[in-house]
C-alpha cells in the first residue's frame, strides 16, 4: 500500500515538472538567412578564398612551366644539373601542397572568426524571446524527430535579431 501510495505521488510530481517545463524551436537557418551580417561575412569568406584560390593557381601554373623547362631542356643538361632542376621542381610541389594545407586551414580559421559574433548574436536574440515568453528549452527545429507541441519562435527571434544587427552594425 505504501509502495502504490509513493508510486502515486512520485507520478503526481513528475507530471507537474514536466507541465512547467515550456519548449520553444527556431529554424536556425531561417535566422542566418536574414541577417546581413551574414551576407557580409559570407562576402568577405567567398573573396579571401578567390586570392588565396588565385594564389594556388598561379603557384600550379609556375611548377607547371618550370616543369615543362625541364622535360624540354633536359636532353642537354648534364646528370649533375638534372638533379638540381628536379630538387627545384620537387620544392616547388612541395610548396605547392603546403600552401593548400595552410591555406584551408587560413580558411576554416576566418570562417570562425567571421561567424563567432554572428553565432552570439543569435544566441542573444534567442535568449531575449525566450526570457519574455518564460521558455526553459528553445532547440533548432533542424533537431527534431517529432513534435506534437512547444512555441515556434523564430519570427520573434528574426525581429530581435534584425534590432541587435542593426545595432552592432552602425
Do not use: C
Not at 505521488?9 to 520553444?24: E, P, R, W
Amino acid at each position: 500500500m505504501k509502495r502504490l501510495i509513493f508510486a502515486f505521488v512520485a507520478t503526481l510530481l513528475v507530471s507537474g515538472a514536466m507541465a512547467q517545463t515550456k519548449l520553444g524551436h527556431v529554424n536556425y537557418q531561417t535566422l542566418l538567412d536574414t541577417m546581413p551580417s551574414t551576407k557580409m561575412a559570407m562576402e568577405k569568406l567567398k573573396v579571401f578564398q578567390e586570392n588565396g584560390y588565385k594564389e594556388l593557381t598561379e603557384m600550379q601554373t609556375d611548377l607547371q612551366s618550370a616543369y615543362a623547362k625541364y622535360e624540354k631542356e633536359r636532353p642537354n643538361m648534364t646528370p649533375m644539373l638534372i638533379k638540381i632542376e628536379e630538387e627545384k621542381i620537387m620544392r616547388k610541389e612541395q610548396g605547392l601542397q603546403e600552401r593548400q594545407q595552410s591555406l584551408s586551414q587560413e580558411i576554416e580559421a576566418y570562417s570562425l572568426e567571421l561567424n563567432d559574433p554572428i553565432v552570439s548574436m543569435i544566441k542573444k536574440a534567442i535568449k531575449i524571446v525566450a526570457d519574455r515568453k518564460k521558455l526553459n528549452y528553445v532547440i533548432q527545429e533542424s533537431n527534431l524527430l517529432y513534435t506534437d507541441g512547444g512555441t515556434d519562435i523564430t519570427n520573434e527571434v528574426v525581429v530581435e535579431l534584425l534590432k541587435l544587427d542593426t545595432a552592432q552594425n552602425k
